[in-house]
């Protein structure tokens, strides 16, 4: 069956368009886009007229809880809620239980992925065994198994050697080592205080060094303040393969807007003050940070219903990505829409090596997102499609609304 979306304002970033495009869609793959298209023989239409075509988002940093944490998400529950958000692709992390640290538990993985996802899910690889900075990985291994990339995620790799040999596999193997900068022997002192931000750029400091010296390649995940940037840009200005995300709760949050000790707003690394956002921001502005990630992060309910002290880390973020990054980026910062689109569909799958994704053209894979812009809504998370309803964004009024997300010519999400 052929499916042609018609009329629709098709942002496709990576060519440069921003104009009116009818899409032709057959198995499942793109094989027209012109500017009005007309078919005789049997074919479904979508009318997308007064709606935004973009590529089907992609995220590099969500975390699924399968295997292990089930009751927290699962492969299933994450998928539909990404596919809600917009999304067609996420890479997730390899803290599960057990962790992604064999060709087993990736192949285990692959399987349980197959079977029941709804759209496509890349499993990154962790560096030690169980993530725990005590032993290697085999790091081709993983990556042959189907990994798309390596990181120890929340238990930052504080061994430099361990840290060298992860970025001399990164540039042999052509994969990003993706960090969580924080240093865990800081961050570990501190229950009941937000700990300091020293944390992090310690560590993206450490991390660019080490990049460095054995020409790796660097992902920094969620950055959070200025002297991180500051070591990022100067990377950047250097000529390292290092490149950065930020996560809505950095850009659209600050410590004057939510109380920093609500569990609801307690995420590794924290929410800081205004002028570390507004350093986030203006490093979205400038192109320093590359792409949007949301580092969902689901937990049940009880474990942020406790003392700051008790709670998990963490915000369940992937419904809401597109709504706050329209909201806060483009709206009110006026940060041009097409940079944040591709801040969520070319970029990502260019940092990640993803072939046949990320862009609208002719061959690559049919996952389109179509938004209305127009649409005003209040952030209510018992509507999520995610296990996890732990968001500071609750009450939040938002613009911007995903009406229906195709994956691969499928339709894995609609409003109506
Ligand atoms: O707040 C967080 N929670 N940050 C992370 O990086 C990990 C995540 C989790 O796994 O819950």
């Known amino acids: 069956m052929k499916i042609l979306i018609k009329n629709g304002m098709v942002i496709n970033p990576k060519t440069n368009l921003h104009d009116k495009r009818d899409i032709l869609i057959e198995g499942g793959i793109i094989s027209r886009i012109e500017a009005c298209i007309h078919l005789e023989d049997d074919v479904e239409i979508m009318n997308a007229s007064g709606l935004i075509v973009t590529p089907g988002f992609i995220d590099l940093h969500v ?6 944490f089930e009751f927290k998400e699962t492969i299933e529950t994450g998928t539909l809620a990404a596919a809600k958000g917009g999304f067609t692709t996420v890479a997730c992390m390899p803290n599960t239980k057990p962790a992604l640290d064999s060709v ?44 798309m990339a ?30 969580h900068s924080e240093d865990h022997v800081i961050t570990s002192q501190y229950k009941e ?26 992902h920094v995940a969620h950055v959070s303040g200025s002297e991180a940037l500051k070591a990022i840009k100067a990377a950047k200005q250097d000529g390292l393969n290092v490149t950065c995300e930020a996560a809505p709760h950095h850009f659209a949050l600050n410590t004057s ?45 009880a474990s942020k219903e406790t003392t700051y002290g008790n709670a998990s880390y963490g915000i369940s973020g992937i419904e809401t990505a597109f709504q706050i990054a329209y909201t806060e980026l483009v709206l009110k910062e006026k940060i041009s829409l097409d940079q944040v689109v591709s801040m969520m569909t070319i970029k990502p ?19 389109l997102t179509l938004i209305d812009l127009e649409a005003e809504s209040v952030i209510e ?26 994956y691969q010519g499928k339709t894995v999400y609609s409003k109506i």
């Open 63 to 68: 975390h699924l809880r399968e295997p292990g």
């Open 104 to 147: 087993e538990t990736i192949a285990n993985l692959i399987k349980r992925i197959e079977e029941t996802a709804v759209i496509s899910v890349l499993p990154i690889g962790a560096i030690t065994e169980n993530i725990q900075g005590e032993v290697l990985t085999d790091h081709e291994a993983l990556i042959k198994a189907g990994a």
């Open 150 to 179: 390596i990181s120890d995620d929340g238990k930052t790799t504080m061994n430099d050697d361990f840290m060298r040999v992860a970025f001399e596999n990164a540039r042999k193997l052509d994969i990003p080592v993706i960090t």
């Open 193 to 218: 205080e937000v700990y300091p931000i020293e944390a992090e750029y310690k560590v993206v400091q450490r991390d660019v060094a080490l990049c460095k010296e054995k020409n790796g390649i660097l």
């Open 257 to 301: 807007l939510i109380d920093g000790k609500d569990p609801y707003s307690k995420v590794n690394p924290p929410i800081r003050g205004v002028e570390e956002q507004r350093a986030v921001i203006e490093g979205i502005r400038s192109g320093l940070v590359d792409i949007i990630a949301t580092d969902h992060a689901p937990h049940e309910t």
């Open 349 to 367: 799958a260019e940092i990640g090596r993803l072939k046949n994704v990320g862009s609208i053209e002719y061959g690559y894979k049919a996952n």
């Open 381 to 406: 998370p018992s509507t999520f499609l995610s296990k996890g309803k732990n968001t500071p964004f609750k009450g939040f009024k938002v613009k911007g609304e995903v009406i229906k997300t195709i």
